[in-house]
């Protein structure tokens, strides 16, 4: 019997090394490995007792039927509240659309806006769906630097000089993942200016907004002129411990809104019912279970920084938002491939090669410390253990 290829877009996604490195980890559990997981973003918490509840509820009451495609109106108007609160933004609910995550909203949102040849700017090192997708498309990926010294923030200087008449779209994350990064007023109003004069589309994706430790969360969409160009995109996975349920939203300007519900309906319908129900829930959060969360991942940002920071070779500088620490490992004279392979295979810790978030993450690694204390205190002596390693070699490794 003889096949077709595959449609050549296929050809053009890539994996995520997050993905990648936990299928290794997981197997050498099954071999009676004991690994300790600091490579997925997921918060080890669960949701909290009355999101749970309220999902319960909404499922007894037969809350389990087809929906609008955007999104049950009682939830969009929530989202709508919610961003108003936590973020000073005004939404129309009818610019909110929900869908089952904040990457099927990403995914949607550049299918509605890039064409083929259209040049996407992006974050290095940044999320691998923004480059991946892109190409997909037949769009052109252009990276962006965010380098130590810049604190991992967007140079905006840089990013003029890599727009050209086919770019179409800003892509930003803040807080940003890996980096931990997050865009303050003035780099934010620059950027602003960037997307006005050169007429660009700014795709914001804010799904780490909740989670900041210093100053308070911005969005890029909240300044003048920016809420007809951009597009939000956020979720329920961090900031409510909800990564399973899959939900989340993006709030787009009405020409784009139309775009994405076309897709919706040409594809998955409507997000589930009952789960739209309790998300109302999550967002009111009557328990206070977020700011409680972000207190516990303050602490662990903490203890996890302390504990990489004495690593022979290893230097990270406070995140000041998600739960990722984004290492320097230049100090040991190896490469990030050859660390986090010594770290899962000898040490028993998973963690990212920063390579697998682009170029420039080569000489970093990534670490999430969405788990335990007990497992970050155990995870730093493991790494303290192996780094004799390195410690005592002199120069960089070849390979
Ligand atoms: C920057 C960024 N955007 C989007 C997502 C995906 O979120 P969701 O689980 O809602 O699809 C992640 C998850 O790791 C992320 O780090």
Known sequence: ??????????????????????ARARELERAGRSIIHLELGEPDFHPAPPVIEAAKCAIDAGRDRYVPPAGIPELRRAIAEYLHRTRQLSVEPDHVLVSPGCKTALFMTLLTLVEPGDEVLYPDPGFPLYRSLTRALGGVPVPYRLTRENRFLPDAGEMEAAITPRTCVLLLNSPGNPTGSVMDERVLGQLARLAVKHDLFVVSDEIYARIVYDAPFR?????????????????????????????????????????????????YTCTSEFIQWAAITALEDPSGAVPAMIAEYRRRREQLLGGLNTIPGFSCLEPEGAFYAWADISGTGLSDREIARYLLEEAGVASIPGSAFGAAGADFLRFSFASSAAQLEEAAARIRKVSSRWASAPARSSQ
């Open 1 to 22: 019997m003889s096949l077709r290829g595959l449609a050549s877009r296929i050809g053009q996604l890539e994996g995520e090394g997050a993905l990648a490195v936990f």
């Open 219 to 267: 969005s890029i969409a909240g300044l003048p002129e920016m809420g007809e160009r951009t597009i939000v995109v956020d979720g329920f996975s961090k900031s409510f411990a909800m990564t399973g349920w899959r939900l989340g939203y993006a709030v787009a300007p009405p020409e784009v809104h139309l775009g994405l519900r076309m897709l919706v309906e040409n594809s």
